[in-house]
């Protein structure tokens, strides 16, 4: 069992930056694939970034390339999501990610989830 709780979200302007942490309990987290994805208000849930267990692969939404940066620290149980040149529309709730399998983290199936915190990007 793994358990993920998300904190770091907040109110912020337009060019700003945010880090997003994932604390994360359970021994089986380490070998975990982790994830993020994210909801905005009236949309679907997207894919934001995942990496692998190891760190030694990454992938990215395509709207989020270039400006978003995930790192975890397996010592620690944390993942964590870096947030450059935040944007209106990057506005939503952001969920922290986790399972054995990469490719179905990607896919947002069989997934361990967080409860979500909220970013919210001011014009």
């Known amino acids: 069992q793994v358990q993920l709780v998300e904190s770091g979200g907040g109110l912020v302007q337009a060019g700003d930056s945010l880090r997003l942490s994932c604390a994360a309990s359970?021994?089986?987290?380490?070998?975990?694939?982790t994830g993020w994805f994210r909801q905005g208000p009236g949309k679907d849930r997207e894919f934001v970034a995942a990496m692998t267990w190891a760190g030694g692969a990454t992938t990215y939404g395509d709207s989020v390339k270039g400006r978003f940066s995930i790192s975890r620290d397996n010592a620690k149980n944390m993942v964590f999501l870096q947030m450059n040149s935040l944007k209106p529309e990057d506005t939503g709730v952001y969920y922290c990610a986790a399972g054995p399998q990469f490719r179905a983290v990607v896919a947002g199936i069989n997934n361990y989830w967080g409860q979500g915190t909220q970013v919210t990007v001011s014009s």
């Open positions: 359970g021994s089986m987290f380490s070998s975990f694939a």
